[in-house]
């Protein structure tokens, strides 16, 4: 019976959290006007290289390797057996590209550094590349637009992967090094610097999901070694750069998806009145279990009170929305504010030396948040057919085509927990998967209220940025997600600006 009270004490601790989340704002969309906003001085929009670049153009890459094998685990490596490609072909295309980010009326171009096209063999360092990226930072000024650079996003050569990656801190050199060839040729350049993009959204996919390299599954111990050494390693490259000639002049941060993953029932109330229902069409299990125990009034009152907290409690939603939120959000946000790594975890526990101050900024990406929705009833009583939990999205919001719905207020709140570490905030990714182009423009409005209201209440958000500038490669998802402002023909390779994103230019016009 203690180790039953303890567990359901667990139970009620995790379902507590979950529920003392930050409750969302609910704007009244009525009462807006959408077009009377103000908005950052930087307006860009963001990619990339790999995912508009494809394995055709970063061979060496460790995602060309995940491709490759076309099969993981019995499945597809990418979902409708897509393959990467030469995507957008960004890597040839990316001068005459200037011009549709002109287009827009943008000033500032997000993109990343392909770390495998630099380096591809170990200490070998490919200058060619190296002045690629520097002409078009210089392609990028003369049209008036400023580079944003991210160093790391989510691939690295095939030969550090083979060395353990970031599994591995004796590896952290090598991303350092890396780091400081890149900013000692393109400083002059660049003012605006990402480390690492999404740590917790890397780690999760990959060591526990399995679907992005190196395809791990439920290796939990691995996944958190792995942000650990993330974190290090963006620390060290923080303090390498600022050290090195212009470090002194640069702006450098750490991107952090902001995501939390919320259990669909919001009260006790409605799961206990689920399990009624469950207590109803399940009488003959209760009668046979009754039969087996001990008639003693006591343990049968002690065991119908616990599965009553268990249904109450809805675990399917609440355990997984905690767990899943402390991986994509809440570890990451506590090293920021405290500079200690998971601080409960023998073994894992890490104080890293000024952590706090080891960002100029922050980057920070949102899309929505995830709400997941339990089915046990249904599935149980079907014979495991389906799927026991899934994400959903609360009662009159648009679901996108991923996983999640509109939620400008959901920035809002992003932007304002953000800022509680002191730091100037841009938001480096926005943006919504939308194939038929029918809510692109009422997420761009919305959205950019909310960056707006932010603005008017004081938080210092200095740049904003749309994901993405055209349709990419959306990793293990393929090319099934359409998130960009240009249409992308992959035979003919042909730029198209979607209706929707006139309303993204138009908003950057009135601000002009």
């Keep these: 019976m203690h180790l039953l009270c303890y567990f359901f004490t667990v139970c009620f601790t995790i379902s507590g959290t979950s529920l003392l989340q930050a409750r969302l704002e609910h704007w009244d969309w009525r009462a807006v006007d959408l077009n009377a906003i103000t908005l950052p001085s930087i307006m860009g929009t963001s990619v990339s290289e790999y995912q508009v670049s494809g394995a055709h153009n970063c061979p060496h890459s460790n995602w060309a390797h995940w491709e490759g094998k076309k099969i993981h685990n019995g499945r597809p490596t990418i979902q409708g057996n897509d393959w990467s490609g030469s995507a957008c072909n960004f890597w040839h295309s990316c001068y005459q590209d200037i011009a549709l980010i002109k287009q827009l009326g943008c000033n500032s171009f997000?993109?990343?550094?392909?770390?495998?096209?630099?380096?591809?063999?170990?200490?070998?360092?490919?200058?060619?590349?190296?002045?690629?990226?520097?002409?078009?930072?210089?392609?990028?000024?003369?049209?008036?637009?400023?580079?944003?650079?991210?160093?790391?996003?989510?691939?690295?050569?095939?030969?550090?992967?083979?060395?353990?990656?970031?599994?591995?801190?004796?590896?952290?050199?090598?991303?350092?090094?890396?780091?400081?060839?890149?900013?000692?040729?393109?400083?002059?350049?660049?003012?605006?610097?990402?480390?690492?993009?999404?740590?917790?959204?890397?780690?999760?996919?990959?060591?526990?999901?399995?679907?992005?390299?190196?395809?791990?599954?439920?290796?939990?111990?691995?996944?958190l070694n792995v942000m650990r050494t993330m974190m290090q390693a963006h620390c060290a490259v923080y303090k390498a750069l600022k050290a090195l000639p212009g470090g002194d002049k640069a702006q450098i941060g750490l991107v952090h998806q902001y995501l939390t993953i919320e259990s669909h029932t919001t009260s006790y109330m409605q799961p206990a009145l689920q399990m009624l229902g469950t207590y109803a069409a399940g009488a003959t299990l209760w009668s046979m279990w009754a039969s087996l125990v001990p008639k003693t009034t006591k343990f049968r009152t002690s065991w119908a009170l616990g599965v009553a907290a268990l249904g109450a409690l809805n675990p399917v939603e609440r355990i997984p929305a905690w767990f899943m939120t402390y991986i994509f959000n809440d570890a990451l946000m506590h090293f920021l504010k405290t500079g200690t790594v998971f601080p409960f975890i023998p073994g894992l526990r890490l104080t890293i030396a000024d952590g706090r101050d080891c960002c100029d900024f922050i980057g920070l990406n949102f899309y929505s948040r995830v709400v997941i929705e339990s089915r046990l009833i249904a599935y149980v009583l079907s014979g495991g057919v389906g799927e026991c939990a899934f994400p959903h999205c609360r009662q009159g919001e648009l679901m996108t085509d991923m996983e999640y719905g509109v939620c400008p207020e959901g920035l809002y709140a992003a932007i304002k927990d953000m800022s509680q570490f002191g730091k100037p905030i841009y938001i480096t990714e926005n943006g919504v998967a939308d194939k038929h182009d029918d809510i692109r423009a009422l997420w761009i409005k919305r959205y950019l209220y909310a960056v707006s209201k932010a603005l008017a209440d004081g938080y210092d958000v200095r740049g904003y940025y749309y994901w993405s500038l055209m349709d990419n490669f959306e990793w293990d998802r393929g090319y099934g997600q359409r998130f960009g402002l240009y249409e992308v023909d992959r035979i003919t390779q042909q730029r198209r600006l979607r209706h929707s994103a006139q309303c993204y230019a138009e908003a950057i016009e009135r601000q002009r």
């Design 110 to 223: 997000r993109f990343s550094i392909e770390w495998s096209n630099i380096e591809p063999q170990e200490g070998q360092f490919c200058q060619e590349a190296i002045n690629h990226y520097r002409d078009f930072c210089v392609g990028l000024r003369h049209a008036g637009i400023e580079p944003m650079i991210t160093l790391h996003h989510f691939t690295h050569p095939h030969w550090f992967e083979q060395k353990g990656g970031f599994a591995n801190a004796e590896n952290i050199h090598y991303f350092v090094r890396f780091c400081e060839r890149v900013f000692t040729q393109l400083s002059s350049q660049v003012t605006l610097w990402c480390t690492i993009n999404e740590i917790g959204p890397f780690v999760f996919q990959g060591y526990i999901q399995g679907v992005f390299p190196p395809g791990l599954s439920g290796d939990l111990w691995t996944a």
